[in-house]
């Protein structure tokens, strides 16, 4: 049941974020609760993030490339439409960053490190972010939160995969 549930908010985060524009940034475990019929309750929109629609439609485009499995090029080509900048522009970073923010932590754990903290700043050691944009960053924090209850629960959860439909929505809307 744990798992059903944390899918049914990992599809509400990527609506309320990609199609609705309006979105929760604090999905931590404090702030959902297990109501007595099932359904799950939401509280604290403290930290409610607004998107833009230019910002909704360049996250999509972005999640719709590393849910894909898109190349870097067209990874970072995304993520510089979004506003994000490094010092040597290079595809591999933006592409890099691109999946530790919006997808998973699972290329870090691969290449031997420890916590995505530690992959991040081997990154950053290589290639530093010099902007990124207002914002990613709570859009960020949202896809960090859930992937970090993912893996209180054992799940491994790529963030892209989960919002893909949401994104693919947002593009296919955003071209007409």
Known sequence: QAKSM???LLDVSGHQMLMDG???????PGNVLELFDGRLGLIDYGQVQRLKEDDRIALANIVFHIGNGNSDEKIA?????????????????LAKFGAIFFDS???GFKLGFPTPQLYFESIMKRDPL?????????????SFLLRGLGSLLQQQIRTSERWQSH???VL?????
């Open 6 to 8: 944390l899918d049914l």
């Open 22 to 28: 309006v979105f929760n940034s604090d999905p931590h």
């Open 77 to 93: 080509s995304a993520m510089r439409e979004f506003g994000f900048r490094t010092k040597l522009d290079t595809n591999e970073a």
């Open 105 to 107: 932590d699972a290329e």
């Open 130 to 142: 010099v902007v990124v944009p207002d914002a990613a960053v709570m859009a960020a924090r949202c």
């Open 167 to 169: 994104a693919q929505v």
């Open 172 to 176: 296919k809307s955003s071209a007409q």
